[in-house]
């Protein structure tokens, strides 16, 4: 079997990083970067509920940022972490023309200044968000999350029977993503189709297949940062969020498989 836990199928396993230490966070961000990030390329950092002492209402907060500033990135979104429910960035390689809007830095972002799907250069990446069902802008219990982890190896190995390549696996605070390398054009509908039939074929009604993360801009975690929905509290606390397990070989599923 294709899991999480287990020590099989080439794939590296990463440590949680460890909230007493800001070096840490910094690092695990990073790593999240480096990962999808490729030489090159320019992505989107975004906060979108940012509250901190002085503000009557929390702010959208964001920045443009190529590779060879993922450091900086990094630092930001740690900073941002605890400010907000969660820090973001856009997971496929948007136009280069994109950093000229807030270049290597953070801002209060305006609405034209967010991220399009126009503005995305392809698809790099299909993004599974398996997540429990369970009142809006709340945390995940932890059999809630338990729940989402068993969903999560039923869609792995049913994946990787039809020929998926091994995904990146990750732990989004509340619930559990599945990251498989692909190569579409933007306009591509294909992920949409994807998501609509996992869904269908594993949705429950205590855990669902999120069917709205397949646009072109989608944004994803910065995996390292803390998921804060509503008040933490002992039976739904905050979590961070981190990087399960890398694949050693990481490989694209051709279009055909897709």
Known sequence: MI??????????????????QVSRVVSECLQTLRLFIEPGQVTQLIAL??????????????????????????REA?????????????????????????????QRLRP?????????????????DIDP???????????????????????????????????????????????YRIDLPT?????????QALSTQFSTSHVTIDTSVASAAQLTKVFGTLAAKGDSTDERPHRFSRIMSIPTAASRTPRGIL
């Open 3 to 20: 899991v999480a836990n287990s020590h099989q199928n080439n794939h590296t396993f990463v440590a949680p990083v460890e909230s007493s």
């Open 49 to 74: 509920d940012v509250t901190e002492p002085g503000l009557r209402v929390p702010q959208c907060v964001g920045g443009y940022f190529d590779y060879d500033h993922l450091d900086l990135m990094a």
């Open 78 to 106: 740690a900073d941002l972490s605890g400010s907000t429910s969660a820090v973001y960035f856009t997971l496929n390689p948007l136009m280069p023309e994109a950093l000229a809007r807030c270049q290597n830095r953070i």
């Open 112 to 128: 034209n200044q967010a991220a399009s799907d126009r503005d995305v250069q392809q698809r790099r990446w299909l993004m599974i």
């Open 133 to 179: 069902s369970r009142l809006a802008g709340i945390s995940a219990t932890d059999s809630e999350k338990a729940s989402a982890f068993e969903l999560l190896e039923q869609i792995q190995v049913y994946l990787c029977s039809l020929g998926f390549g091994e995904p990146i696996i990750a732990d989004s605070g509340n619930g559990y993503h599945l990251y």
């Open 187 to 195: 306009g591509d509908t294909l992920p949409h189709r994807i998501l």
